[in-house]
């Protein structure tokens, strides 16, 4: 049986862990391949190691072919990393670097002679010699005896004839083919008043520009920095396994690396850690969810309610529930903690998401209120959401919903300090994502900010 290919992420920049995906990707691929000017500083590559850690997602440190004076800066990189991390090496010094400081080493794809003309898709796909690569038999067995047991691929227009040999592994990068890269980059030759280009020693732009349109034969050749590329968005290269075994995805083009050194909050317990006893969106309740809380309480009759609060945070809406039995369950402990020191209820450190969530609790509630966490799960994951909260609830409950309103279900409306993502929903997308676990009974869209709020009640079907 073949085995499931592993999905991974890839970025330059810090500030893109906003796309990263806990459900999908299971590593994490941090530096960049084509400028030695872009390679991480020490403090970023800290957060990133902090963070594969937090997710349980392995990270992989890409390099650039490197100068001697990067290769130094490169070395200093490599005694921060734990021993046996994956480095993919882009020049034979950089591989010589990872072996002494007891790196796995991976096979660059700049050092893959692929051929990258975006026009071989239309004129050449079905010649042989179009196809053709230097990761040929002589050459993987030459990588296996220095220790490379991984070559990174480019998902090229036309395809790759690929052989692996025993032992060797293959990840195929996408969307983006970078075709060409030089030392002679045309936005620092610029930004120095170069009328003659010229290699650089010191870079005085860091990628700052934009994407460059060059033209389009075949597909629309881009240039960011010091690397000309394109995008394939469909899976051109064998990609069954065991051939290709990973596939690694990069949501922008990794040329780029000019987050200031500001905290990354990377998830949503790191975000409670920084702002510690601070309040982070006020103490007084939502007050659209305050009238719903009382529209809804009357089918229950006069007894004290049993309610869970999904997503309380620091629990500013224990306040509605004085009265009743108020539980409160949010991902971060520190929410938690900072909420069970100052409201009152009982509060738990659990996700929503975990199949063993519902053994968190004695009881069955008659009322779910999710104001805010609904809409920070990814859509993929929104049927496990409504199974595990319909576990946990009482015949005849309701759960009063709370959520960003977007026609479009698959792109994040919004991110929380320009970090975390979150997505919208609609009430036929609940209706779908809910079938035959809950129904709904109502909804109401309240303008806010630059978006709009969807306030739905569902009922235990």
Known sequence: MNPIPEHCFYISDPADLKFFQRSVHKRIYFGNEFCEFLLPDITQLKNMLEFSRRVNAPMTLLTPACSEKALARMRLLLRELPPQTEVVFNDWGTLEAAIEADMTPVHGRLLCHAKKDPRLGQTHAGMPHARTHNLQTAYQKMLL????????????????????????????????????????????????????????????????????????????????????????????????????????????????????????????????????????????????????????????????????????????????????????????????????????????????????????????????????CFHAIPPAQRRRYFENVRALMAPGGRLLLCAWESSDAQTPVCYVKDQLPEWGVLPDTIIADAAGLFKLTGHRSIPCTNRSMLYAVLETA
């Open 145 to 372: 005896e220095k220790g490379v047991r991984r070559a990174e691929l480019d998902n090229v227009f036309q395809g790759l004839d690929l052989q692996a040999v025993h032992g060797m592994s293959f990840s195929l990068h996408y969307p983006f083919v970078p075709c060409t890269v030089t030392r002679k980059c045309y936005y620092a030759n610029t930004a120095m008043g170069n009328l003659k280009f010229r290699t650089i020693t010191d870079c005085p732009v860091c990628c700052r520009g934009e994407n460059i349109p060059i033209h389009t034969t075949g597909a629309t050749l881009m240039m960011k920095g010091n690397a000309q590329y394109y995008a394939n968005t469909s899976l051109s290269v064998n990609c069954e396994p065991p051939c290709i075994d990973r596939y690694v995805f990069t949501p922008v083009f990794p040329n780029h690396n000019f987050t200031e050194k500001a905290p990354l909050y990377l998830d949503w317990n790191r975000l409670f850690e920084i702002h510690g006893e601070e309040t982070i969106w006020g103490d007084a309740p939502d007050r659209f969810l305050a009238s719903l809380i009382e529209q809804n309480r009357p089918v229950f009759g006069n007894p004290p309610l049993s309610v869970l609060d999904l997503g309380c945070g620091q629990g500013r809406h224990a306040a509605l529930f004085p009265n009743d039995i108020y539980w409160g369950l949010d991902i971060s402990a520190r929410a938690v903690e900072s909420a069970a020191s100052a409201r009152k209820g009982t509060f738990i450190q659990g996700d929503i998401l975990d199949s063993q969530v519902r053994e968190l609790f004695g009881v069955s509630f008659h009322m779910v209120i999710d104001y805010g």
